[in-house]
């Protein structure tokens, strides 16, 4: 038996069944992430534009607990964007932050503080005046706090090399290649100090710094993170990026 369920949702992934209908990969604040099916969706129909990636939407679900897949019986906007599926570079960090929350997380886990982290910094990609340049490395270290793996944050003057194994800084370079060096670990750090990404502006880590910080944290990602592959997304953003 279903039940009637009212949540928020941000749209992962779209496509497009039978004539109709819709099936979307939504990450929801009261359920977790769920496949959810809309149907009545035609050409023209303002539905249709709902379920376009990073939209933030209000929705009442049929919920049945031994589904897979649930239908939706309603929907609207929860947040109307400004700018961030309109500007190139911004639609890129979006999707980028979208295809980690898709290949990181698994199954309908629920995090009602994680949703709302995700929907800040979306709220903060969507603000015209607010530089993105940082948020890609800050919402990997973000993420692996709610996924369980966050860096430890014990850099030290004699702690100056990141174990991307172990999680932590150490004193020496270990006797794998998975490890940051000096300068990068000193950058690693003080993304990891800066919980809030508003004070991760007043930093300055050079554009350099910060590709090579965010291919390592993906490595990071990979090596802690067993269905962890990889993203598709990274080479496109770092073009926009670096424009």
């Not at 009261?30 to 990073?54: A, P, R, W």
């Not at 031994?66 to 190139?88: C, D, G, N, W």
């Not at 005046?129 to 014990?154: D, E, H, Q, S």
């Not at 194994?165 to 490890?179: K, L």
Request: charged share 20%; glycine share 6%; aromatic share 10%.
């Amino acid at each position: 038996m279903s039940v009637l369920v009212h949540t928020e949702g941000i749209v992962l992934k779209t496509q497009k069944y039978g004539e109709t209908s819709l099936i979307s990969q939504v990450l929801t604040r009261d359920l977790g992430l769920q496949s959810l099916i809309m149907g009545g969706v035609t050409t023209g129909n303002s539905k249709k534009g709902m379920f376009q990636l990073m939209n933030q939407l209000d929705l009442v679900i049929y919920y049945q607990d031994q589904k897979s897949m649930h239908r939706i019986k309603e929907v609207k906007y929860a947040t109307i964007y400004q700018s961030l599926p309109f500007e190139i570079h911004r639609s890129a960090v979006g999707i980028f932050m979208l295809e980690l929350i898709r290949k990181s997380l698994r199954n309908s886990e629920l995090d009602h503080q994680l949703y709302d982290w995700i929907k800040r910094c979306l709220d903060q990609c969507d603000e015209p005046a607010l530089r993105l340049n940082y948020m890609p490395v800050y919402f990997l270290i973000g993420l692996t706090r709610f996924l369980g793996f966050c860096p430890l944050n014990n850099f030290e003057k004699g702690k100056s090399v990141f174990d991307l194994r172990e999680g932590c800084f150490v004193d020496y370079a270990p006797f794998h290649r998975d490890y940051l060096d000096q300068d990068l670990a000193q950058n690693l750090a003080l993304v990891i100090e800066n919980e809030n990404y508003l004070q991760l502006l007043h930093t300055v880590i050079p554009a350099s710094i910060r590709k090579q910080l965010m291919y390592s944290l993906l490595d990071y990602y990979k090596i802690h993170l067993d269905h962890f592959t990889g993203l598709d997304s990274p080479h496109i953003l770092e073009e926009i990026l670096a424009a």
